[in-house]
C-alpha cells in the first residue's frame, strides 16, 4: 500500500498500516497529523523530513533543532514502548541513542542523530557480535522501576502462546509452543537475583552507526530482569547468519565473553521467539531458530 501523506508534507509509511486493524490504533493514526505540528511546536523543530522506514509502532522523521540535526519519534500507546524515555536517561548516550528531550502527553521522544546510521546488519566488514558484546557491557546496568520485569512479561507471553498459536491458524508443530510455555514457566518460578535493564529488541536493524561513538542502540523495548535474557534478539537474529551454526555460535560466545548462563539464555531465546513469532512477518525463519535451539546439544 502507498504511503499516506500527513497535512502536505510527512507520509505515514505503510509499515503502520497494520494499527487501522484496531480502533486505538485508528485513533493513533487519525491524530497523527495533529502530534506532528503540536510536537513540533514543543520542541521548536523545523526542516521536517520524510518518515524512517521500517518503524511499526512510531513515525520517526529527521528534523533540525537549533541547528542541530535530530530525529523526532512519536509512539503508538504500546506497553513495549513504554518507559523507552527513562531507560534512554538511565543509558545517558552509553551505548545507546541519546535522549535530547520528552514529552510524555504527547508520546514524543526527541533523539539525537545518527550519522551516518548505517544498519550493523548491513556491515559485513565489522566484527558484528563483538559489536554487540561491547554494546551489552555498556547498556547491562541495574534497573528496578518504573520498567515492566522480565518475569511478568513472560507469563504474559506464556499464558498467551496457545490463543496466539491457533489463531495464527497453527503454522508450526505443537512441540515448538508446549517447549516455549515449559521454559517460560521454569524460568519465571526462579526468583530473578539480578535485575538489569534489558534491550527486548537489539537486532541488527536497531543499532546504527555513530559519529559519536562508533555504534549505539536504538528502540530498546525496555524490561527489567535477568542478564541472560539480553542474548536472545541476537540469537534469533537472522540478519547475522541464519543457521544452526550460526545461531549456536552467537549462543555461545556471547554467554561466555559476557559470562551469562548459556542455558538460561537459551530458554529466555526459546520462549521470547515464540511468543513474538505468530505476529512476525519472518515467523517461518523464528521456528527455524526454536527448532534448532531445541535440537542443541
Not at 528502540?219 to 535474557?229: M, R, S, T
Request: glycine share 6%; hydrophobic share 40%.
Amino acid at each position: 500500500m502507498a504511503d499516506r501523506f500527513i497535512g502536505s508534507a510527512v507520509a505515514v509509511p505503510a509499515s503502520l498500516d497494520w494499527l487501522r486493524a484496531t480502533e486505538t490504533g485508528r485513533i493513533w493514526l487519525d491524530k497523527l497529523p495533529v502530534l506532528l505540528e503540536t510536537a513540533c511546536e514543543h520542541f521548536g523543530l523545523s526542516e521536517i523530513g520524510s518518515p524512517f522506514s521500517g518503524g511499526n509502532v512510531s513515525l520517526v522523521v529527521p528534523a533540525r533543532h537549533d541547528g542541530e540535526d535530530v530525529v523526532l519519534k512519536l509512539q503508538f500507546p504500546d506497553h513495549e514502548c513504554r518507559h523507552e524515555a527513562e531507560a534512554l536517561w538511565r543509558w545517558n548516550g552509553k551505548g545507546a541513542v541519546r535522549l535530547l528531550k520528552h514529552a510524555p502527553e504527547l508520546g514524543a521522544l526527541l533523539l539525537e542523530r545518527c550519522r551516518p546510521g548505517q544498519f550493523l546488519a548491513d556491515d559485513t566488514e565489522t566484527d558484528r557480535i563483538g559489536v554487540v558484546a561491547g554494546l551489552l557491557r555498556l547498556l547491562t546496568i541495574p534497573a528496578g522501576d518504573p520498567f515492566t520485569r522480565l518475569n511478568d512479561e513472560a507469563a504474559r507471553w506464556r499464558d498467551s502462546l496457545d490463543h496466539n498459536w491457533m489463531a495464527a491458524g497453527k503454522p508450526c508443530e505443537q512441540y515448538l509452543v508446549d517447549a516455549a510455555r515449559k521454559a517460560l514457566q521454569d524460568l519465571c518460578l526462579e526468583k530473578e537475583a539480578e535485575e538489569v535493564l534489558l534491550h527486548q529488541d537489539l537486532h541488527g536493524h536497531n543499532i546504527l552507526s555513530s559519529e559519536r561513538d562508533t555504534w549505539l542502540a536504538i528502540d530498546p523495548k525496555p524490561l527489567a530482569g535477568d542478564p541472560a535474557f539480553a542474548l536472545s534478539p541476537i540469537v534469533r537474529s537472522f540478519e547475522f547468519g541464519h543457521s544452526k551454526a550460526e545461531a549456536r555460535y552467537r549462543l555461545d560466545r556471547l554467554s561466555e565473553e559476557l559470562e551469562l548462563d548459556r542455558e538460561r539464555a537459551r530458554y529466555w531465546t526459546i520462549g521470547q521467539t515464540m511468543a513474538w513469532a505468530f505476529s512476525s512477518s519472518y515467523a517461518e525463519r523464528h521456528f527455524e531458530t526454536v527448532r534448532w535451539l531445541l535440537a542443541d546439544n
